[in-house]
């Protein structure tokens, strides 16, 4: 019966990777997604989630992949039009969770050139942080809709990247 039950549970399991939480210190990320791209995009964003269980700060200061360049950007909005501006690291307070998303924070994986994310692939990094060091992690592509719920979600532009 066990047998039976557990690949009941792989059948209906998105063809996606499993989601998996990272821990590295006092932090937990859960499981990292990117979004996808269309084919000619000269760069991809990614999203993570930040919890810090401990009680001092923390600072995500770097990202590293096989990229050209990796940055940390947010977005503003004015009058209507969102820009992303480069951000030097993401604080993450004591007791806090910081939430990237379309729309706001997020890991610009810059310098595509040519092979765009594709759904159900894996993108491999690293997250460097200030005070608990270096994660590796695996970044899920995924949709917009998938990643944010929603089909008419706000997304940051990269056209202008
Ligand atoms: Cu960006």
Redesign the pocket.
Known sequence: MRTISLLATLLIAPSLGFAQEYKVGDLVVDQPVAKTTPATAM?G?GYVSIMNMGDTADRLIAVEAAFPRV?I?D?KVENDVAT?FHVDAVEIGPGETVSMMPGGK?I?FMGLDGDPFEEGEEIPATLIFENAGRLEVMFNVETLEQITGSADAKE?D?SN?
């Open positions: 760069a964003a940055m950007h977005t992303m997020h610009m940051e990269h990247h």
